[in-house]
């Protein structure tokens, strides 16, 4: 089998045609169409459906999007290896995170990471929720990801490493009426206004937890972006619920923090495969464990 028609059924897949994926391999579109119809004979099954002019990924397709994405990967690494021996340093993770994990620990274990291999680019992926960090992970879009769940993660067929925990704060402007002490109470949220995330996070499930509760809080807007909510807080547009990884950013943007108790976390994991990991995404993993073994379970919020 030719790499390069896994590389090809590749782009058909991510650009979500054959044009664009000519388009983006610098190709001819009859060229590209020939790669993957030899790929298909020598597979003996179509990976797509032809539907008039479009194409749908068959079952046989879809599953093999992730070997797919391994070999290739396997043939980076075998490249990057033999570089070694010429003496370049060179290579690429590809990371997945959740947003608030992208804050932290992830920008303290990538500066430490690039201290000691400062040749490797790491391309981080966005996602919102650990079931799309488990999925990027599991089918080999990606090598790493970082999630945050409100349990501790568990995922049988993937190496977990538990990084810390992070209680959940309020961010307030300074012109805010909020307690003197660095804790407020759950109960102490009566009529503030309050920016939340959307539905299925920690930090909503807190305040629709809260507001059940009968305290009298008004629910001011719903942001699916989590880096438009500090600009709304500074501005005194509301209050928002977020994990503490977000403190140290609020503070040095002029923004008062509390620690909320009774207390709920955000529990932080790096995940990856078992096997078929590049050198640089085992490097990666190894910079997660000295962080989490170094580091303490929860954030202390002064």
Request: net charge negative; proline share 7%.
């Amino acid at each position: 089998m030719d790499a390069r028609h896994l590389k090809y059924f590749l782009a058909v897949v991510d650009e979500g045609g054959i044009n664009r994926a000519a388009e983006a391999l610098l190709i001819a579109q009859p060229s590209l169409s020939q790669s993957i119809a030899t790929l298909e004979r020598e597979l003996g099954v179509p990976l797509f459906h032809r539907i008039g002019r479009r194409l749908v990924l068959s079952e046989a397709g879809a599953t093999l999007i992730g070997p797919a994405r391994v070999v290739l990967r396997d043939l980076d690494d075998a490249t990057a290896s033999i570089d070694a021996l010429k003496g370049l340093r060179r290579g690429r993770v590809d990371l997945i995170t959740m947003p608030s994990p992208g804050i932290e620990p992830l920008t303290t274990i990538l500066t430490r990471f690039s201290a000691s291999y400062p040749a490797v680019t790491v391309n981080a992926e966005a996602a919102f929720t650990p079931e799309e960090v488990l999925h990027a992970v599991r089918t080999g879009a990606c090598e790493v990801g970082i999630l945050g769940s409100p349990s501790e993660v568990r995922a049988p067929e993937l190496e977990v490493v538990a990084l810390e925990s992070q209680p959940l704060i309020l961010i307030s402007s300074v012109d805010a009426v909020t307690p003197d002490s660095p804790v407020i109470e759950r109960s102490e949220l009566s009529g503030l206004r309050l920016i939340v995330s959307q539905h299925g996070s920690l930090m909503r499930t807190l305040v629709d937890d809260v507001l059940a509760s009968g305290v009298d809080a008004t629910i001011a807007a719903e942001v699916a972006h989590r880096t438009s909510i500090l600009p709304m807080v500074l501005s005194g547009f509301g209050q928002a619920v977020m994990p503490s990884s977000w403190a140290p950013t609020a503070r040095q943007s002029g923004a008062r923090v509390h620690r909320i108790v009774p207390e709920s976390y955000l529990h932080v994991a790096a995940v990856c495969r078992t096997t078929h990991l590049t050198p640089p995404a085992h490097k990666l993993m190894d910079v997660a464990r000295l962080y989490a073994a170094g580091h303490p379970t929860s954030w202390e919020i002064d």
